[in-house]
Nanobody, 125 residues
Framework: QVTLAESGGGLVQPGGSLRLSCAASGRSFRSGAMAWFRQVPGKEREFVAADHRGTNRYYADSVKGRFTISRDNAKNTVSLQMNALKPEDTAVYYC???????????????????WGQGTQVTVSS
């Protein structure tokens, strides 16, 4: 059974930083993609960042330059360092993983096979 477990969410003031982590168990995604999405109640799930095969990284325009995705294939984990947080970054953040995600589908949540339970990030003063 494959599981993804996120950690690291919480409340932070605007301009602050948080680091999210996701640990995968049950299979390796070394040759696939691991990604982060986020969702606000009443809105569609939104792509945040993805790491493809540990070699290429992709970001949503809204987080580029502020967020950094990193991956440790040996530990089967992916992290999201979030700096200069804004109130509009408030959302539930989900870790996703897929063994066969191709580059053109990285930003599409439907391309991922496995999802974590989500962790709340709230940016507020």
């Amino acid at each position: 059974q494959v599981t993804l477990a996120e950690s690291g969410g919480g409340l932070v003031q605007p301009g602050g930083s948080l680091r999210l982590s996701c640990a995968a168990s049950g299979r390796s995604f070394r040759s696939g993609a691991m990604a982060w999405f986020r969702q606000v109640p009443g809105k569609e799930r939104e792509f945040v960042a993805a790491d493809h095969r540990g070699t290429n990284r992709y970001y949503a325009d809204s987080v580029k330059g502020r967020f950094t995705i990193s991956r440790d294939n040996a530990k089967n984990t992916v992290s999201l360092q979030m700096n200069a947080l804004k109130p509009e970054d408030t959302a539930v953040y989900y870790c996703a993983a897929g063994a066969d995600v191709i580059t053109s589908s990285l930003r599409n949540g439907a391309a991922y096979d496995y999802w974590g339970q989500g962790t709340q990030v709230t940016v507020s003063s």
